[in-house]
């Protein structure tokens, strides 16, 4: 089987081909970043973000094709990004996808971003399931255990801000450019982590509810200090606050982690495995600081390649290609969703952001 995936959920335009045989194969993986676009406003804004999606995605498709050297007809299947994200995006991919399928009549699947994520390692490292997942992104920051490609089970997260948008928000403060976890991690490699006490939240309490509002606030109180003092901020005042901040993070995410796994272990899983995904999970310490985590416990630890934590249509294609394995596909009247938890057990957040 052979499908063409889809993603325009948030600020990336971008498309894929992935064959399954025995094991899944990434034919192709193109993604148009926007960043240049918002760069003058601060954050990602969404009627930009739709219409750079509408305009890009023809151009998008044809070079995945391209790239994998297919046409439409040798497809089986169109897989598309159908939420959670920002609305006008995920519309404008939805959009494209029906018409594609309404002009081939090849099936439509519409995929939830986040199991495109969560289910990243299966495609990459061939994970089998159950296993323990630490969703960390740009929206989103969540333990599930995954225990099949539509059944997830979550275990705690973040009760406000996202790491992602920490860092985001950091690299703001700092004056680094978006996105932030790349140039905050790269500001942190000459950086005294220690110089600056940021505080580390939630770790005082039990369970894997995670915070990280405060640390972004910590990180503002921080900065003013400096420039109060000095009116401005020299490269090693950015070094040391950055090294300070992904310190933080780290420290967070690994007890966390910690717990997370002590609470998975006691329900014996046979090959006990902790995976990360999302566009967090390309940061170096982050992913060292876990893998060193799970050696102690003796747990597997699994990571995907950088390209594939941060927004990509290969994990889209992926699951539409294990749905339209399963006879599970949409059609026509397929909807976008702003919102769309998980797990099916979890409460709707209503009025929440993402
Ligand atoms: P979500 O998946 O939750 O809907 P999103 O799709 O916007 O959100 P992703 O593309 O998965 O998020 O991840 C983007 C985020 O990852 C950004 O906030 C970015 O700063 C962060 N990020 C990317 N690379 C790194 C890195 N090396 N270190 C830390 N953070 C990083
Ligand atoms: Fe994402």
Redesign the pocket.
Known sequence: LTVLGIES????TAAAVVRLNSTATVLSSVVYGQTGLHADFGGVVPEIAARAHAEKLDHCIEEALTQAKLSLTDLDGIAVTAG??LIGGVLSGVMCAKGLSAATGLPLIGVN??AG?ALTPCLTDNVAFPFLMLLV????CQFLIANGPDDFKRLGGTIDD????A??KT?RILGLP?????S??QAAKIGDPKRFKLPRPLLDRPGCDMSFSGLKTAMLRARDGIVLEKQGLTKADQADLSAGFQAAITDVLVEKSRRALTEYLTLRPATPTLAVA???A???Q?RDGLQRLCAELGVAFTAPP?AL???NAAMIAYVGLTRLANGDIDDLTLSARPRWPLDSTAAPMLGSG?
């Not at 992104?137 to 989103?140: I, K, L, R, T």
């Not at 996202?162 to 948008?165: L, R, V, Y």
């Not at 978006?178 to 790349?182: A, F, L, S, W």
């Open positions: 959920s948030c600020d990336d959670p994200g971003h986040l994520h992104s740009g929206g989103h996202a790491p992602g948008e860092f985001d690299a978006q996105p932030g976890g790349p905050v991690e999302g566009g967090v390309a940061n170096g982050i950088l934590c941060t927004d993402k």
